[in-house]
């Protein structure tokens, strides 16, 4: 308290002994031994005294952080029970989504299920629905394919095959040299068209991954045996050189007996075919390591880096395309190799034609 001089009157303990002549009516602030002060003085209007009071910014800013501490500790504190709970509360709400996210993930081709809606929320109830409306369909065409190559495998063959023996019952009793001309034609056009047929529904019963279900152990080696065997008569009315190189090692690996022999013989068809005459093919398997290989080589044409790119592409053929392949053979070899967890590469061969190898993975 300040009279009309400035003079202090009365005073607190801690009062600083600033200067009083420049204390102000009102709020203000000023700097005092290094600290600031915030004051608020009053002046009197029946004796002239001035009553100030006042207040070190230091104690404020103590207050703030012993508030802000009081406030922020709980919360600290209570953040991870917090954070629990939401996760407990939206893996709850999200519990019916991974059920329907399991069932999908859980469909096989073979055997399509529509999801189960109980326990779906309404919410994502439109979404399974037409999931369910989805996987209708595929079965439905899924079941319309496997009809089509049951049907397509009697009601296509049979009629070729008649057709056939009528052309060759022709040709015997023809004796005009034109016409057996045109029915040879004709012979060969049908016999095309048969070995197209045959390819095409050889590829659609490998798409199939039923096929997957029948793997077993099967002894490569043999397999090469068979087909080399079975090849002799062909490659001699070539006059082409039909070996085998035998493995050193076992060359076992899960798979299909019937479709790697078929995978097989479409290689070995298919150098017979594309070789000159007074050709060679060699046909064997080895382990590389983790690698079991199938390899096929022939002193033929061979094939350059584009064709060979293009080659497993269907109905696909190089060079000559008067030959009687349809284009499929390689595409048969692919999907056959591809279910046996194996990759098909073309190269060239140290026989001075192409390569073709399978690259089974047996680890």
């Given at each position: 308290?300040?009279?009309?001089?400035?003079?202090?009157?009365?005073?607190?303990?801690?009062?600083?002994?600033?200067?009083?002549?420049?204390?102000?009516?009102?709020?203000?602030?000023?700097?005092?031994?290094?600290?600031?002060?915030?004051?608020?003085?009053?002046?009197?209007?029946?004796?002239?005294?001035?009553?100030?009071?006042?207040?070190?910014?230091?104690?404020?800013?103590?207050?703030?952080?012993?508030?802000?501490?009081?406030?922020?500790?709980?919360?600290?504190?209570?953040?991870?029970?917090?954070?629990?709970?939401?996760?407990?509360?939206?893996?709850?709400?999200?519990?019916?989504?991974?059920?329907?996210?399991?069932?999908?993930?859980?469909?096989?081709?073979?055997?399509?299920?529509?999801?189960?809606?109980?326990?779906?929320?309404?919410?994502?109830s439109p979404l399974v629905d037409a999931l369910n409306q989805m996987i209708g369909?595929?079965?439905?065409?899924?079941?319309?394919?496997?009809?089509?190559?049951?049907?397509?495998?009697?009601?296509?063959?049979?009629?070729?095959?008649?057709?056939?023996?009528?052309?060759d019952n022709a040709i015997e009793e023809s004796s005009e040299t034109e016409a057996?001309?045109?029915?040879?034609?004709?012979?060969?056009?049908?016999?095309?068209?048969?070995?197209?047929?045959?390819?095409?529904?050889?590829?659609?019963?490998?798409?199939?991954?039923?096929?997957?279900?029948?793997?077993?152990?099967?002894?490569?080696?043999?397999?090469?045996?068979?087909?080399?065997?079975?090849?002799?008569?062909?490659?001699?009315?070539?006059?082409?050189?039909?070996?085998?190189?035998?493995?050193?090692?076992?060359?076992?690996?899960?798979?299909?007996?019937?479709?790697?022999?078929?995978?097989?013989?479409?290689?070995?068809?298919?150098?017979?075919?594309?070789?000159?005459?007074?050709?060679?093919?060699?046909?064997?398997?080895?382990?590389?390591?983790?690698?079991?290989?199938?390899?096929?080589?022939?002193?033929?044409?061979?094939?350059?880096?584009?064709?060979?790119?293009?080659?497993?592409?269907?109905?696909?053929?190089?060079?000559?395309?008067?030959?009687?392949?349809?284009?499929?053979?390689?595409?048969?070899?692919?999907?056959?190799?591809?279910?046996?967890?194996?990759?098909?590469?073309?190269?060239?061969?140290?026989?001075?034609?192409?390569?073709?190898?399978?690259?089974?993975?047996?680890?």
């Amino acid at each position: 308290m300040l009279d009309e001089k400035g003079k202090m009157l009365l005073h607190s303990r801690e009062a600083p002994e600033f200067p009083h002549e420049d204390i102000e009516a009102g709020f203000s602030e000023f700097e005092y031994k290094g600290k600031k002060w915030f004051t608020f003085a009053h002046q009197s209007t029946h004796d002239d005294l001035l009553i100030v009071v006042g207040e070190r910014s230091g104690i404020r800013e103590e207050i703030t952080e012993y508030i802000g501490g009081g406030l922020l500790m709980p919360l600290v504190l209570l953040l991870p029970v917090v954070l629990w709970l939401l996760w407990h509360i939206v893996g709850v709400a999200l519990k019916p989504l991974r059920a329907v996210t399991d069932q999908v993930l859980q469909q096989d081709l073979k055997h399509l299920k529509s999801i189960d809606v109980a326990g779906v929320p309404k919410e994502i109830s439109p979404l399974v629905d037409a999931l369910n409306q989805m996987i209708g369909d595929l079965d439905a065409a899924y079941l319309r394919e496997r009809r089509f190559v049951s049907d397509a495998s009697h009601e296509m063959r049979n009629p070729l095959a008649s057709l056939l023996i009528n052309v060759d019952n022709a040709i015997e009793e023809s004796s005009e040299t034109e016409a057996i001309e045109s029915l040879q034609s004709m012979k060969l056009s049908i016999k095309r068209l048969t070995h197209l047929v045959s390819q095409l529904l050889a590829l659609s019963h490998f798409e199939n991954p039923d096929i997957v279900s029948e793997f077993e152990g099967v002894d490569l080696g043999q397999v090469c045996a068979r087909v080399v065997e079975s090849r002799q008569s062909q490659a001699a009315a070539k006059s082409i050189t039909l070996e085998m190189q035998s493995p050193v090692t076992p060359c076992r690996l899960k798979g299909s007996e019937p479709l790697l022999e078929s995978l097989l013989s479409n290689l070995v068809d298919n150098a017979i075919l594309h070789c000159p005459r007074e050709s060679r093919v060699t046909v064997g398997c080895y382990r590389d390591g983790d690698t079991l290989v199938l390899a096929v080589d022939d002193s033929g044409p061979g094939l350059d880096a584009a064709q060979r790119e293009k080659a497993p592409g269907r109905f696909y053929r190089a060079g000559d395309t008067n030959t009687s392949g349809a284009g499929l053979g390689l595409s048969i070899v692919k999907t056959i190799a591809q279910s046996h967890s194996g990759r098909l590469q073309l190269g060239e061969s140290e026989l001075g034609g192409l390569r073709v190898s399978i690259r089974f993975n047996v680890a």
